[in-house]
């Protein structure tokens, strides 16, 4: 995620074309930006049915993206993401200590990635690429992923349908007694893993359960795989 904090000095430093400092960006409801913004010490808004044909992104700040828009990718250093209903993302939506939540039918042409904070993608959701996280949990509803899942400390729920292209990964080392505690994979509702559910450490306790229509097609390595019927 370095790659995030740089891209957004980057902009503010070197461009400095609309770019902030202590300062809030707001896109009003409806408004087209032909370019991205940036800011530092600051929050992104954008309203309501806006096109903004860029990046957005901010160094200690949230990001927030009003119903039915269009925007480039979406990155934030310090502070969550949260994306409303009908909102297409052409990039990458990822942030270093923040949660990102996806609202209904939302599309993003990119990665979901955060280190410390959880993931939650509502039904009809659209991600092309992977979605992953460090320090936090993945919620998934109705919602197709193109790539791999990942995370090192935190549960995964994938439910209503949800469908993972590629595998679902549990990465990480335990370093010591306690690091890293005990983590359950759900799999619900008619929701498929396409690939395999690997855990990278074998000594990691990670249960897999299986439960009304909840498939993996691919092998469970390192897990407990348990099927219930309800």
Sequence with gaps: MRRNVLSVLTACGLLALGCGVNKSI???????????????????VIGADCTVQGDCRTVNGRVTVGTGSEVGGLQSVNGSIKIAEKVSVDGDVGTVNGSIRLAANVSVDGDVETVNGSVGSESGGSINDDVST???????????????????????????GSRVAGDVLIKGKRKGIGTK??????????????????VRDSKRKVKVVLSSGGKVMGEVKNAELVESGT
Aim: a negative charge; glycine letters at 18%; proline letters at 0%.
């Design 181 to 198: 505690r005990d983590l359950v994979i759900s799999i619900s509702g008619g929701s498929v893993v396409e690939g395999d559910i690997v």
């Design 134 to 160: 460090v320090n936090g949990s993945i919620q998934l509803t109705g919602t197709e992923v193109g790539g791999d899942l990942s995370t090192v400390n935190g549960s995964v729920k994938l439910v209503d």
């Design 26 to 44: 707001h896109v009003a409801d409806g408004e087209t930006l032909s370019g991205g913004r940036a800011t530092v010490n600051g929050n992104v």
